[in-house]
């Protein structure tokens, strides 16, 4: 039992350095108008402003903003469709 503990509280250390780098990365390569874009998606997609972005409502998201562009048949972009080729080859 106590290997599990020690397991969940080195995964949640792990997470938590991953958090911070990547924090770190996007400041020192954003610029200002960038990082207020990204914070104000966030925002949008964060239905409940908890500070976390919850599977539910990155679908309602992903329902509201993203989909519709693939009702509408535009589906991918010719670069997506040579990415997509490339990886079903690998």
């Known amino acids: 039992m106590n290997d599990a503990i020690t ?3 080195d995964c949640t250390i792990e997470n938590k350095i991953q958090e911070a780098i990547l ?3 996007c400041h020192r390569t954003l610029n200002r108008e960038d990082l207020e874009n990204l914070e104000y998606a966030f925002l949008c997609i964060d239905l409940d402003c908890n500070g976390v972005v919850t599977f539910d409502e990155f679908q ?3 329902d509201q903003f993203y989909k519709p562009q693939f009702a509408k048949d535009e589906g991918f972009s010719d670069e997506d469709k040579q990415y997509s080729t490339h990886f079903k080859s690998v």
């Open 7 to 9: 397991n969940m509280i």
């Open 60 to 62: 309602k998201a992903y």
């Open 23 to 25: 924090s770190m990365i």
